[in-house]
């Protein structure tokens, strides 16, 4: 979860997330390189009184200025590629939900085991429990078994919407008429917390996601005591 004056990136809740943050600061160590490396020739321009005025074209020059960030931009590209389609892998999933967006609330579907359906509403602040965070946390949330790859479907009844959830390094718009598939595995148990990501009216700022990632036991109990009720 997002805390107060957090400027980086939420803590990694699956592999995913920690592949994206390291991928995300080796781009960092990159920009800054070449950022000191502008600006020192920058600064060296207006500062010395080397510099030749009447110096036309030089190839070579050229030449080293053209390949050498070819070269950066192609150290770039491969590694965000290879997680471009380590994103897209779909690594035989335990479990399947369905996602459906609606103005202005999330639907999930849970048909692997039995026709286990349920909306899932913003707790308004007048309801909300000491300690749980303020418009994040939702009647129903989304249970998943631990250590488990978990394959999500997402799609829209009405405009987009967009299911995230940032500390496991998922986002996936839901389009009307279009499943998307996205996959996610969190290691670790634990309550995360996402929010629609895509503007879709009125009410987008108040239909959170929240999945709880728990032992297969217990969402196996899970899903039965959803079934007898
Ligand atoms: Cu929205």
């Known amino acids: ?37 502008v600006f020192y020739g920058l600064f060296s321009l207006l500062f010395i009184s080397f510099t030749d005025r009447f110096f036309l074209e030089s190839q070579g020059l050229e030449t080293v200025w053209t390949i050498v960030p070819a070269f950066i931009l192609v150290f770039i590209a491969f590694p965000s590629l290879q ?48 300690g749980f965070p303020r418009l994040l946390e939702v009647d129903n949330r989304v249970v998943v078994p631990v250590q488990n790859s978990v394959r999500v479907l997402v799609s829209s009844s009405d405009v987009l919407h967009s299911w995230a959830v940032p500390s496991l390094g998922v986002k996936m718009d839901a389009v009307p008429g279009r499943l998307n598939q996205l996959t996610f595995l969190s290691p670790r148990s634990g309550v995360f917390y996402g929010q629609c990501s895509e503007i879709c009216g009125a009410n987008h700022s108040f239909m959170p996601i929240v999945i709880e990632s728990v032992p297969f036991n217990v969402f196996e109990n899970w899903v039965f005591s959803f079934v007898e009720s």
């Open 1 to 37: 979860m997002a805390t107060w004056l957090q400027l980086g990136f939420q803590d990694a809740s699956s592999p995913l997330m920690e592949e994206l943050i390291y991928f995300h600061d080796y781009i960092l160590i990159v920009l800054v390189l070449i950022t000191v490396v």
């Open 83 to 130: 997680l471009l389609y380590l994103i897209d892998e779909i690594n035989d999933p335990c479990l399947t939900i369905k996602v459906i967006g609606h103005q202005w609330y999330w639907s999930y579907e849970y048909t692997d085991y039995c026709d286990l359906d349920f909306d899932s509403y913003m707790v308004s602040l007048s309801d909300l429990s000491t």
